[in-house]
């Protein structure tokens, strides 16, 4: 080779017989390239990357054990015996929040009633003293208008208490003045003095009375 033709081929670039194209670029080799490769592989028995992806996203994620899986089933049936606990408590509570709502209800209405009463309470003495003193004769417009007022009141639950001859008892009764009787074995009503009334189970009064019994 002449000396010409030697400095020729050396001014040449190498030439790269590589059949894969990379992006001038990006340096990413193309698609055509990683076809190839992938058919390279195939050819030699061992599988692509498309397939590695395929048979991560066919796998079944690993099943629980039989010791997780009863400490699952453990901590249901506590969750569901703790919220049915809870709810049979808020039932009760309910129950019993109706139950005091009731009864006071209740209690306020017998209470107002009873102040009614109370306020009253002149006139129906005036009444009883007149029909005892035998000023209310039947038929007559004053005996109209008691039983008109002793029946409003009776309609309310309103009773007298206090008759000759019961047994004391202090919860209904006020001794006004005690007559000794030695033949008595306890201490009963001798004479009513004022008569009580009692709504329902409050005392709207006592009743007055002159107590006959054994001395003190």
Request: glycine content about 6%; cysteine-free; aromatic content about 2%.
């Amino acid at each position: 080779m002449s000396p010409k033709n030697r400095d020729h081929d050396e001014n040449q670039d190498p030439v790269i017989n590589d059949a894969s194209q990379s992006d001038s670029e990006t340096g990413d080799v193309s698609a055509s390239d990683s076809a190839a490769a992938e058919k390279s592989a195939a050819a030699e028995g061992q599988p692509s990357s498309a397939e590695d992806a395929a048979a991560g996203a066919d796998k079944a994620p690993d099943e629980l054990s039989e010791e997780d899986q009863r400490l699952l089933d453990e901590a249901s049936r506590d969750l569901v015996a703790e919220m049915r606990d809870q709810m049979l408590r808020a039932q009760a509570e309910l129950v019993n929040f109706r139950t005091r709502v009731e009864r006071d209800r209740v209690s306020n209405r017998e209470a107002v009633i009873a102040d009614v009463i109370r306020s009253m309470l002149p006139a129906l003495d005036d009444l009883d003293r007149a029909d005892k003193h035998g000023d209310i004769r039947e038929g007559t417009p004053i005996a109209l208008v008691a039983q008109k007022i002793n029946a409003s009141f009776e309609r309310f639950g309103l009773r007298k208490i206090g008759e000759k001859g019961e047994a004391f008892d202090p919860a209904f009764h006020e001794a006004v003045v005690h007559l000794n009787d030695p033949e008595a074995t306890q201490n009963t009503i001798a004479d009513v003095i004022e008569p009580g009334y009692i709504l329902g189970e409050r005392v709207v009064r006592a009743a007055k009375v002159a107590v006959s019994g054994p001395a003190d």
